[in-house]
DNA sequence: GCAAAAGTGTTAACAGTACACCCATGG
DNA sequence: CCATGGGTGTACTGTTAACACTTTTGC
């Protein structure tokens, strides 16, 4: 069982790596093992609270994988879920046990095993998931901006949008609840926050995968 | 290691089931046991290759299934996968060994152990991913008509497609070639056959997932 | 008062939707 | 000649995409 863990720095997206192994010297996704009477979604759920003292987080199963020779020492099944987390809630719950250490993921060190695969395949998933249904929120903290929640966007594509358009298209969802309070310090002007509107959120949340496409709404 | 195996029989969106286990009163899925040096797809494609003498055959891993109690017997995980085949193809291929028979999705038998929820995984998978990319085709012979296409995704979806949007929106892929031969015997007119374009379509199959939106192109 | 980021509106092109008629042919 | 399914076109509506100026405020 491994876990990608991305998070956002406010500029980079970013993957949680830590030093394992018996020589420590390379860095690999934090992982462990099933326990008897854990379901696979629990042992994930175990296992990154262990690293992050996180729960509640949005976790989703990436994939299973079981090239024969993926670790050189023993045959081993890894089912990888890949994780969302708001850095600012983690912070220091850092488990001093591990070595842990976010990179973003335009500069990943090399990786244990068949790591870099699943980190690659990760991110494949998140921009698919992201270009689909309106999850960034989950890598924000509770209060953000919309400039913010722009640039998370930059960073997970790797590109520009338009704010103007990319502002409306965020607001025409509904999402989002604009709140009295101005964000200090960053800017001159400052910018309003927001806050997910989350009984509606969690629905949509529900529903990712139920969407069902209406006659002649299929999306090509 | 389970599959869900999808036909389409020109009227019903179908799944195959074989009765197994000690009674042989229940359906289940196909499955299998992973061998030390296979990898989970080569499992998988050995396994509808034992059943239905398939295989270049669509094959997609759809998740891991690892409830501690999905097994009264013994605790075991199962990796799922889907594979869409070409009922034609397939007929008389299907080894006697198995008791096998397609089911209508929409009237499927009791199912063993967690296999209901992993067919109904599945669907919703497939539907997910063919509303978003033509892949239709896949549980269709060589060469299909417009209409019998209409039928699939009518299957697929529990609904009517309007006959000239559908059309439009296949054609405007430029993925299909027209045939100069018609479907003779079915209808009085006949409907024109069509192929896949191979190349255009393969090239796409290999990044359903690489799609990155463009800026200002996210679709919520 | 100016630099830097926030915020907002308009237009043109395109895609999606709804809808109706003619065509070819086997019987 | 008519019933059945095949095939096509058009107008309307909504969405996407491209683009530029004004506002606020810390310094």
Redesign the interface.
């Known amino acids: 069982m491994d876990s990608i863990i991305f998070g956002f720095d406010g500029e980079q997206l970013t993957v949680l790596l830590v030093k394992r192994g018996v020589e420590e010297r390379t860095w690999s996704l934090m992982g462990g093992w099933?326990q008897?009477?854990?379901?696979?979604e629990q042992a994930a759920e175990r296992i990154l609270f262990e690293l992050t003292g996180l729960s509640n987080v949005y976790l989703e199963?990436l994939?299973?994988?079981?090239?024969?020779y993926r670790d050189p020492i023993a045959?081993t099944?890894s089912?990888a879920y890949f994780s969302l987390v708001k850095v600012a809630d983690y912070e220091s719950k850092l488990s001093e046990a591990h070595q842990a250490s976010w990179f973003s993921i335009y500069d990943l060190p090399p990786l244990l095993f068949d790591h870099g695969d699943m980190v690659d395949?990760a991110i494949?998933?998140l921009?698919?998931i992201?270009?689909?249904?309106?999850t960034g929120f989950e890598l924000l903290p509770e209060k953000f901006t919309i400039p913010q929640l722009k640039k998370l966007?930059d960073a997970i594509?790797n590109?520009?949008?338009?704010k103007r358009?990319?502002s409306r298209?965020i607001l025409s969802?509904n999402l989002l609840i604009k709140l009295d309070e101005k964000q200090r310090g960053f800017s001159k002007r400052g910018a309003y926050f927001y806050q997910v509107n989350l009984p509606k959120y969690q629905q949509l949340t529900n529903s990712f995968?139920?969407?069902?496409?209406?006659?002649?709404?299929?999306?090509?």
């Open positions: 099933l008897p009477d854990e379901s696979l199963q994939n299973a994988f079981g090239d024969p045959r099944i089912v395949l494949k998933r921009r698919y992201a270009a689909l249904h309106p966007y594509y590109t520009e949008f338009d358009n990319f298209k969802t995968l139920n969407v069902i496409p209406s006659p002649d709404t299929m999306n090509w």
